[in-house]
């Protein structure tokens, strides 16, 4: 089975790709977002709340809905259209495909804050363990778990899945390769370099903090549903792993999800 980690002997270099192509995305988007995005910012330009929709579709829709709970935790089932729809969306963030996005979550969730959990930010150098949250060139894991690989069977053999497994960069390249052809370079980088950016901090962000907003009550936390939508309706997180397979922990992607699902 094919995956993204990159410290596995056994892995080939083509194997290892996904890894190096995701880190060089997150690091060079957020090059761009750096020399490039912060005027934009600075000056408080009027476009950017149109990203900021972008920004939200990316996460909410792309990584939450679909390759989260979708395609990873089989949360509910819904019909080609969506599954179609959905999984182009998750591509355009460029957090991999989905069956590998489902393979790094299903061992984070099986080996949570130990060793073994890829993405854990516990490590002695608290610099070190923020890069392992945030670049797969820093995860770290075996490819023989034979209950994860289990877990990601069924995903595995999903025709649409394994498509957009095969086809996601692709539709990442055509699709802000438009924006950029058709709109130009500003555009190009309110529309993509800075929504892609952000998805990759608020994944981090998740990866380092675990929120866990609505189960606090003090009133510095009244403002928790604003956290919550910033990042990508995950602020439960901790509860979500207490109940994996139930979305409705995920506000307020759930209210999506209870329209599309079959
Ligand atoms: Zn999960």
């Given at each position: 089975m094919r995956t993204l980690f990159p410290k596995d002997k056994h892995m080939t270099k083509l194997q290892r790709f996904p890894a190096y192509y995701i880190t060089f995305m997150y690091l060079g988007s957020t090059a761009l977002l750096l020399y490039y995005v912060w005027p934009f910012i600075f000056n408080l330009d009027a476009r950017l709340l149109i990203t900021w929709a972008i920004v939200q579709f990316l996460g909410?829709?792309?990584?939450?809905?679909?390759?989260?709970?979708?395609?990873?935790?089989?949360?509910y089932t819904t019909n080609a259209f969506w599954k179609i729809v959905l999984c182009y969306v998750g591509g355009l963030a460029t957090q991999s495909s989905p069956n590998n996005w489902s393979l790094v979550h299903l061992t984070h969730h099986r080996y949570?804050?130990?060793?073994?959990?890829?993405?854990?930010?516990?490590?002695?150098?608290p610099v070190l363990g923020v890069l392992r949250a945030a670049l797969p060139l820093f995860m770290s894991i075996t490819i023989s778990d034979s209950k994860v690989n289990l877990m990601a069977k069924k995903s595995f053999d999903d025709p649409i899945f394994r498509f957009f497994d095969m086809t996601h960069m692709l539709w990442f390249w055509l699709t802000h390769g438009a924006v950029y052809f058709f709109l130009g370079w500003e555009w190009f980088l309110l529309l993509s370099v800075f929504p892609v950016a952000l998805v990759h901090f608020g994944e981090t962000a998740i990866n380092c903090f675990h929120f866990d907003l609505e189960r606090h009550d003090s009133e510095s936390d009244r403002f928790w549903w604003i956290w919550n939508i910033l990042i990508i309706g995950a602020g439960n997180h901790k509860l979500h792993h207490d109940?994996?397979?139930?979305?409705?922990?995920?506000?307020?992607?759930d209210l999506f999800i209870d329209r599309i699902k079959t």
């Open positions: 909410m829709f792309g990584i939450n809905i679909c390759y989260h709970h979708l395609v990873t935790h089989k949360s949570t804050d130990t060793d073994r959990d890829p993405h854990s930010p516990n490590l002695d150098n109940t994996p397979r139930d979305y409705k922990t995920d506000w307020p992607i």
